[in-house]
Structure formats: C-alpha cells, structure tokens
C-alpha cells in the first residue's frame, strides 16, 4: 500500500512520549462526536474512581477505548489500512457508543414519579 501520510502526521510527541495522531480522512463531524465520547469517558474514570466504583470505571474505560479506536488512536495503524475502512470503523465506533447511551439512560417508565 502506498505512504498515505508521513511521520508528522502520524505522531505526536508530547514530553517525549509519542501518541499517534487522529485519522485525518475522518469527517469533522465523526471527530467531533467521538472526542466528546472521548473526554465523557475521561471525565467519567476520574468520577468512578474517585468513587472507589470499579464497574463505573470499567464501562468508562470502554467508552474511552471505543472512542480511541473509532478516531484511529488505538487498534491497527489508520495509515495501513484503506480510506473508506478507516471511515467505516469510525462510523462503528460512534454506533457503538450510540449503544452504550441507550443503555445507560434511566428508563422512562420506571424512573418517573408515581401517580397521588
């Protein structure tokens, strides 16, 4: 497979720690909505831990990863694979954490005030 980007833009290095960077084929609209996944689920780790809340951390933490994987930071190297693949797992991704909404929303019925 042709170089699709070159090393400045597969790395970022921050205190001399290299991070792959963000898939850049990503629509911005896919981007956005999975770094806000992205910083729930970091925001949501420190609130479970602090908690002591080790299931809270745990499905924070899959929300992180799913996030991470979706943007291309994490899993097989974004540059490797083809353009519309890398779209495709962001797309799954953002189902994915779609998901995991539907499923930790308070359910209407039960949640709602008794009738008096």
């Not at 080790?54 to 974004?78: F, P, Y």
């Not at 499923?103 to 008096?116: L, R, S, V, Y």
Request: hydrophobic share 40%; glycine share 6%.
């Amino acid at each position: 497979m042709a170089d699709v980007a070159n090393e400045d833009e597969r790395w970022l290095v921050v205190n001399g720690r290299r991070w792959r960077r963000t898939d850049p084929c990503l629509p911005d609209e896919v981007v956005a909505a999975l770094t806000s996944h992205l910083g729930r689920g970091r925001s949501g780790v420190r609130t479970a831990k602090a908690a002591g809340d080790d299931a809270a951390v745990a499905a924070a933490r899959r929300r992180v990863d799913l996030a991470k994987h979706g943007l291309g930071e994490r899993g097989s190297r974004w540059w490797d694979d083809p353009e519309a693949d890398r779209i495709d797992r962001a797309r799954a991704a953002l189902a994915d954490l779609a998901r995991l909404d539907a499923t930790d929303e308070p359910d209407a019925e039960t949640d709602a005030p008794a009738d008096t």
